[in-house]
């Protein structure tokens, strides 16, 4: 069963597909690396799905031949009847030689399950004939090869492999088949509700990169919806833009806006319901547990939200909150967060629930080290060499070293642990070993002697050189700075999976001036084997 479908099965949240998607989507940004997201929706496949294609899959997973005959039978000799506001018709359907109605029907229990392994079958069928996405960590320990992400009928395809074809061809290819199937298993692709990003690079005069937009990168992904007729050309939407996914609104270039604009619409509908009502004080909070609580949570796990948005946005529940206890809206809001053993008011600001809702995936996924997990075990790894220091980013200060590294899921969870002095202590440290005796990290040796600002220039011309350690810049015999490092220029190939980084020439006096610091300390300490 492919690993890809996350809908009717145990253990598997909406929330993990789409930390999924984002999680594939940042690590492919910090790579600098261009890529394509396509959402599908499929129309009507529960309808639609062939039952003899049915009775294949059953016996395929090993279902007895007594049971398959069954569910076969049960199928077909189905009658459908339609039910309205007005009640159910009187008319019905069925399945018949000459009116071949196919499927198990929309509402039918079972459905979902049965999708499960028609969406599998089809996932199989590509496998072998479609390039998505691919990515490793830096140090190619863990990898990912995948194609799609689906909750249902609800499909996601990432594409970032053009090794045998361009990007945007290769992803008509994988779209293409990927409708050619769904039509030969009974379904079709609702097209006008497809869309689908092309994110392209490119690097303003800091080496910062930036998403081209819309108006920059306009593409077209002209789809046939089955074996004949036209093609259909697939919305595209600009990087910034959110698309709803699962309840969720994201976008490539990581923006919030409709997400918050959501978020305030449940507190506002919240709030103007419980002032016009006249529960008790017990009763509101009661209401605040079992209703908005829920809707919000829900919705955090997967987005990166600042404390400053979540402060703005939970403002008005606070004050309903202490209004209803009678208590002045102005009262201590550490005393408003403390548990009521000690006199407080137990609630959880929305950003502290945002941040543990984002733990609490996080340490589920890395345990299971399912696809999110190895995706969240690259992320982590890339952040780190971003960062490039010897101890585990998640055990530094955020304040002292976020600079070093673009946004991402994971360095939001990183300011949250950080602030709430949280340390998370993993089995696999995303690190990196040093290579000789006396050796050190450049960002350490650097942090001591540079201010903020110029640390992150130093590390841009780092990141071009795909460098990480003195022993990387070092002669062999360790007593000198390797003459074509002063010019920004590495000769030695990395045993590292780096980002993309142009080479910003006008940093490089500063990185001169680094490197004779470095030259300085190892007349003392010579690095060893």
């Known amino acids: 069963m492919t690993d890809g479908q996350f809908g009717w099965r145990a253990s598997r949240q909406a929330q993990s597909a789409v930390i999924s998607k984002v999680l594939a989507m940042d690590i492919n940004n910090l790579y600098v690396k261009d890529y394509t997201s396509v959402d599908e929706d499929l129309k009507a496949n529960f309808d639609r799905e062939l039952s003899h294609l049915g009775a294949c899959e059953d016996q395929f997973y090993g279902a007895p031949p007594q049971q398959v005959d069954f569910l076969f039978n049960a199928t077909t000799s189905q009658e459908f009847f339609v039910k309205t506001k007005f009640g159910i018709s009187d008319g019905s359907y069925t399945f018949s030689p000459d009116i071949k ?4 029907g929309q509402g039918i229990g079972w459905s979902g399950a049965r999708w499960i392994l028609t969406s599998s079958t089809i996932a199989k069928a590509m496998e072998h004939r479609t390039y998505g996405l691919k990515l490793y960590s830096p140090d190619s320990r863990v990898s990912i090869q995948k194609l799609l992400d689906m909750f249902g009928d609800d499909t996601s395809q990432i594409c970032n492999n053009s090794t045998h ?8 290819e994988n779209v293409q088949l990927h409708s050619h199937l769904v039509f030969v298993t009974g379904g079709l692709i609702a097209l006008d509700k497809c869309s689908f990003y092309h994110v392209k690079f490119d690097f303003d005069e800091n080496g910062e990169p930036r998403m081209l937009s819309l108006d920059e990168n306009k593409q077209e992904l002209l789809i046939r919806p089955s074996f004949q007729g036209d093609v259909f050309s697939i919305r595209q939407m600009d990087p910034s833009d959110e698309h709803k996914t699962l309840g969720y609104y994201i976008a490539p270039a990581g923006t919030n806006a409709i997400t918050i604009e959501k978020l305030q619409g449940f507190i506002s509908s919240w709030n103007t319901k419980i002032k016009s009502s006249n529960l008790s004080h017990s009763n509101v909070f009661l209401s605040y547990d079992s209703v908005l609580h829920p809707q919000l949570t829900y919705r955090l796990a997967a987005n990166s939200l600042s404390f400053n948005e979540c402060d703005q946005m939970f403002k008005p529940v ?5 209004h209803a206890g009678g208590i002045q809206r102005n009262m201590n809001r550490t005393l408003v967060r403390a548990s009521r053993q000690f006199a407080g008011l137990q609630i959880t600001h929305l950003y502290d629930f945002h ?5 609490k995936f996080f340490i589920l996924h890395l345990r299971r080290f399912d696809t999110t997990g190895k995706l969240m075990q690259i992320l982590l790894q890339l952040t780190q060499l971003y960062i490039g220091k010897e101890k585990s980013f998640l055990q530094l200060a955020y304040s002292d070293n976020e600079f070093l590294t ?3 899921w994971i360095k939001h969870l990183w300011e949250f642990l950080s602030s709430h002095d949280i340390e998370v202590d ?3 440290p995303p690190t990196f070993r040093k290579q000789r005796t006396n050796d050190l990290f450049l960002m350490d040796f650097f942090s001591s002697r540079f201010s903020q600002s110029d640390l992150y220039r130093l590390n841009k011309i780092r990141l071009h050189m795909q460098v990480l350690l ?5 002669s062999y015999d360790g007593k000198q700075v390797l003459p074509n490092i002063y010019d920004g220029v590495s000769n030695r190939d990395s045993i590292y999976e780096w980002p993309k980084q142009p080479l910003v020439t006008k940093y490089l006096p500063l990185w001169k001036r680094a490197c004779k610091l470095v030259h300085e300390h190892i007349q003392s300490k010579t690095l060893g084997q």
């Open 426 to 428: 993993l089995t696999f």
């Open 470 to 474: 003195f022993s990387d810049i070092i």
């Open 101 to 104: 109605v196919w499927g198990l």
């Open 165 to 172: 074809l361009p990007l945007l061809e290769q992803t008509r």
């Open 318 to 322: 606070y004050e309903t909150l202490l």
């Open 355 to 359: 941040g543990i809702e984002k733990l």
């Open 406 to 408: 673009p946004p991402s």
